[in-house]
């Protein structure tokens, strides 16, 4: 079935360097999201992708959507200590046993001050 | 709107009990689905309710049982907990499902002894 992967699983930097987090998908997808859950908290929503090629920046997080649309890319830059947290990127599920959205595993950011 | 609310926040019961967990969605949100969330394993789906049917199921035992009330509330049911029903189990409402962005409640926290 579909899947979707997320790379790397944990990343440790130093506050002020930069992040990025990779998703990937055995199928091309219509769209993405990406979520991001604080310690402690629950997944929120952060941004869809639904274009090829599509880029959206919100202040210093930058989002791209493949041109193939099977894979996306988070990348914070400058890290700060509020970036703690887990990031999932979401793609389309096809119901059944899938639900309505596949989450990748998420890539839990730590930031050292 | 209020947000997505979920009780009990935290539950601590032991094996072979069972537990009823409750999600109130954002008012005219009529998709919820539930999710269980583990260290390591990500945001496994767990089954979706819409319109108080369920339209999809997760790979989860029988054990695991949900249904949805008329004004879109929702309640999961687990029965002869195991101790690896420990988790975080989160709820998400949408206005009808379909890859549309979720919205997440607070997650109840059960820790099975």
């Known amino acids: 079935g579909q899947q979707v992967m997320q790379i790397p699983q944990y990343q440790h930097v130093q506050e002020g360097e930069d992040f990025t987090t990779y998703c990937n998908s055995s199928?091309?997808?219509?769209?993405i999201q990406w979520y991001k859950q604080r310690p402690g908290g629950h997944p929120v929503f952060l941004i869809q992708?639904?274009?090829?090629?599509e880029v959206k920046k919100q202040k210093r997080l930058t989002f791209q959507f493949g041109e193939a649309k099977k894979n996306s890319s988070l990348h914070i830059t400058a890290t700060q200590t509020t970036d703690v947290g887990t990031y999932f990127c979401?793609?389309?599920?096809?119901?059944?046993?899938?639900?309505?959205?596949?989450f990748g595993k998420g890539t839990k950011l730590s930031v050292k001050p | 709107k209020a947000g997505v609310t979920q009780t009990p926040r935290y539950l601590i019961k032991t094996r072979g009990q069972q537990v009823t967990l409750s999600c109130s969605p954002i008012?005219?949100?009529?998709?919820v689905s539930w999710y269980q969330q583990t260290p390591g394993q990500g945001l496994q789906f767990l089954f979706e309710?819409?319109?108080?049917?369920?339209?999809n199921k997760g790979n989860f035992p029988g054990r695991f049982s949900g249904r949805q009330f008329s004004n879109s509330r929702s309640e999961m049911n687990v029965s002869t907990l195991e101790l690896g029903d420990s988790a975080l189990y989160l709820c998400a409402s949408s206005l009808a499902g379909r890859q549309e962005t979720q919205y997440f409640g607070p997650g109840t926290r059960l820790l099975v002894l």
């Open positions: 008012s005219g949100h009529r998709s």
């Open positions: 199928t091309t997808l219509s769209n």
């Open positions: 309710y819409f319109s108080e049917t369920q339209r």
């Open positions: 992708l639904v274009k090829s090629g």
């Open positions: 979401a793609g389309p599920g096809y119901g059944g046993s899938q639900g309505n959205l596949i």
